[in-house]
């Protein structure tokens, strides 16, 4: 087998020869361009061939996957070995979709304990959303409020708005931000005899989760009194003994276990508000959803595989071509949260620096990740995606069918204007054309001659589009699960761990310390100009 240093000389070769490939042409010269260079699991599409990349490329990318050992590492994850090798950890989120046999972990089957906290969830939000589950004073929760940030919150947030026409429980309200406007913006409109508060954190001593769970607590207890916190109190954690301090009850305590990663946690109890908005059925189906990627991932040849193919595709374009960042752009107001959740997901898990063993890394890493949906942003950003000096690939995210069928006329819109976009990012237009465009319109020779290079769009730029048929809990779930795998398939391509986090440490150790410099209780002796000058002015500012 090719070493992984001569897989990636052999790629950077190709592209040196890449001077002339234009994707224009590539479509001219090939009709089967499309079925070549795209892939489906049932309604799922995966289309690249907007990329600029041939079958040679392919064949040495998948070459660089065979030297960086994707297919084994993806099997050491499925078989729960510690792959988190710095936090000796496994990786087991896909347990948590997992139908049929054993999964185990350090020789233990987790899946009855995973079947276990389903269940228990699954009474739980029936009882909540059947209204047999009440408040302290006997009335019918109608607001659910979720405290939690990052992954306790990302995922359930994004897939409560991404499922809204399966949204037949009490509302959902999602509380993240440390900033009091949050919680107080939120708790305004809430009567507390009627809302439940769950508090989501794998560690429960999150600064943000905490403080807002106290002002929380704060709210019910003053209210309703301290007896009713009981009742109106629900938590999610793998720290089941810091629950238990916080004065929630067992009984309302869902676990989920530390080979269970924050940005991979929405299969697990963290989806509980979610669950309680859209029901255990349709909560399992998106776990079905996201197992059948799973299974996808773990059987298919590489060359049909939709998330070796993503994360080719991916490392193509961040490292062989160089392309800093990756715009995630759903055709979907409902996907409104999904940059957002893949931001984390992304950016967390591949924004390293050193690979496994500590060494820095020879290649870039992950990209940055960014994104909003269409149409939007085309009245945004997409001047930049077309005409800015920088290339960036785009990721359309798209359903043929919405759930509107009266208001068809929309969908067709949004999907014209999906398709419209990608092409136009492919195709561009040349100075000619730019020029007839203008005369034809009725313009002078010399005014025409003077606009059009304004008019100009290089294209050749590359965008990939992930199409299906309807977003429902299973799509939602495929959809997630193949951008989960995705970012795998890049971090053993990048030779990383994806499943650590210590780049989040340092702001947090050092926002504790200098609370009390900010509180006045300390001064900012020893700590540099800006930051004791900053401290200064605040607290002028503050005696007005
Ligand atoms: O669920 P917790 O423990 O409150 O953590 C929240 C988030 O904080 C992080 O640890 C990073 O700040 C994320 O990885 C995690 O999703």
Request: charged share 25%; proline share 4%; aromatic share 8%.
């Amino acid at each position: 087998m090719i070493a992984y240093a001569d897989a990636l000389a052999a790629l950077r070769e190709h592209r040196s020869r890449f001077h002339s490939f234009d994707l224009r042409e590539a479509f001219r010269t090939d009709p089967q361009r499309f079925s070549r260079f795209s892939a489906s699991l049932d309604d799922l599409t995966l289309d690249y061939s907007k990329c600029a990349v041939t079958d040679e490329t392919m064949r040495l990318l998948a070459q660089l996957a065979e030297a960086a050992g994707v297919a084994g590492r993806r099997d050491a994850m499925f078989a729960g070995e510690e792959i988190n090798i710095t936090e000796h950890r496994a990786v087991l989120h896909t347990a948590l979709r997992h139908s049929g046999g054993p999964v185990y972990c350090k020789g233990r089957d987790v899946m009855a304990d995973v079947q276990a906290v389903l269940a228990a969830m699954e009474e739980f939000a029936s009882g909540i959303r059947s209204g047999s589950l009440k408040g302290a004073t006997g009335k019918r929760f109608t607001d659910v409020v979720n405290i939690g940030i990052g992954g306790s919150d990302l995922g359930p947030c994004m897939a409560t708005l991404a499922l809204a026409p399966y949204h037949d429980g009490p509302a959902l309200h999602y509380v993240s931000n440390v900033d009091a406007a949050h919680i107080a913006d939120t708790l305004a409109r809430l009567d507390p005899e009627t809302t439940l508060i769950i508090v989501a954190s794998k560690t429960f001593t999150t600064v943000e989760t905490m403080t807002n769970a106290a002002t929380a607590r704060r709210w019910v207890a003053e209210k309703l009194g301290e007896e009713a916190v009981g009742a109106h109190f629900a938590a999610v954690s793998t720290a089941l003994d810091k629950v238990a301090a916080f004065g929630i009850d067992q009984s309302r305590v869902f676990g989920f276990w530390d080979w269970v990663g924050g940005r991979y946690s929405v299969w697990s109890a963290i989806g509980l508000p979610l669950m309680i908005a859209v029901g255990p059925e349709n909560f399992r189906k998106m776990l079905a959803g996201a197992a059948r990627m799973d299974e996808h991932f773990r059987e298919a040849p590489f060359g049909q595989n939709l998330p070796v193919l993503l994360g080719l595709v991916g490392f193509w374009h961040r490292v062989i071509c160089g392309y800093p960042s990756r715009a995630i752009i759903p055709y979907d107001q409902r996907l409104a949260r999904l940059p957002a959740y893949l931001q984390q997901l992304d950016m967390e898990s591949n924004g390293k620096r050193v690979r496994l063993d500590g060494s820095p890394v020879e290649t870039p890493t992950g990209p940055i990740v960014w994104g909003e949906p269409g149409t939007n942003g085309q009245h945004a950003f997409f001047q930049l995606l077309h005409q800015g000096t920088d290339v960036i690939p785009v990721e359309f995210i798209v359903a043929a069918e919405g759930h509107e069928p009266e208001l068809r006329r929309h969908h067709d819109l949004l999907v014209a204007n999906c398709l419209a976009q990608a092409e136009a990012l492919m195709r561009g237009r040349t100075l000619e054309e730019a020029r007839a465009q203008l005369l034809a319109k009725g313009m002078s020779e010399e005014e025409a001659e003077w606009l059009a290079p304004h008019r100009v769009f290089p294209g050749n730029r590359p965008s990939v589009t992930i199409l299906y048929r309807k977003l429902d809990p299973f799509a939602l779930g495929r959809l997630v699960a193949l951008y989960e795998h995705r970012v795998f398939v890049e971090a053993a391509l990048f030779g990383i761990n994806a499943f650590d986090q210590w780049g989040v440490e340092l702001g947090k150790e050092l926002a504790t310390e200098l609370l009390p410099v900010v509180e006045g209780r300390k001064d900012a002796l020893g700590r540099d100009s800006s930051t004791a000058g900053l401290v200064q002015r605040i607290h002028a500012l503050r005696k007005g």
